[in-house]
Structure formats: C-alpha cells, structure tokens
C-alpha cells in the first residue's frame, strides 16, 4: 500500500539536496511526518494547502517505512499514517507537482 505526503517546493528540493527531510513545520511541532492514504489525500491537500501553490505529492511504499510507520487515531478518528523518523528520498517511489486549478489541486488518476 501506498502512503502520500504533500511538500511545497522547497520542501521537495530540500529533501532531493540533503536525501532526508524531518518534514513541514507542522510535522516538526508534532514530532512525526504526517502523510495521508489515497483516500485522505484530498481532504488534506483541502485543509492544509488550499489555494497553495508548487505543490508536490510524493508516493512512498508503506514497506519501506518499516516499524517507523504508525497508524493513529486523528482527523474524525480515521487512523492515519504517521513516520517517526525522517523521511528518507530513498523511501519515494515517485513524486510529481500537484497543480492547483479552479476546483482545487488535480491529483493523478487512481488517487481517490
């Protein structure tokens, strides 16, 4: 299973400089990356990043990620994924920008 993680930009280029990231603000103040399944992408890009631009959305095998990987109870009590440790650019299966249209951001096909 696949896991997701939004970046702005210099968050991206950050991550492909140094080949690690402790994540987005956010992510510093919890303690942990948050990412997202498929099917809480949209509601986070939404919450977190609308009207946000030079946005990128990385996919990341969940194998990869090992026993840092946790699900927990957050957003409505939907576990969620969260990585106790950096996330790695070796943990990315593939990245790619998520543009920003008049409906909000336009994720790949497949991405429910």
Known sequence: MDVFKILRREE???LRREG??????????????????????RETAARHFAGAEDLFLLSVPSDRLGADLRWEASRGGADFPHLYRELRLSDVEWAQPLPLGPEGHGFPEGID
Do not use: I, K, M, N
Not at 22 to 40: I, K, N, R, Y
């Open 12 to 14: 991206w280029a950050a």
């Open 20 to 41: 690690r990231l402790a994540g987005a603000p956010v992510d510093l103040a919890d303690g942990f990356v948050h990412l997202s399944t498929a099917a809480q992408l």
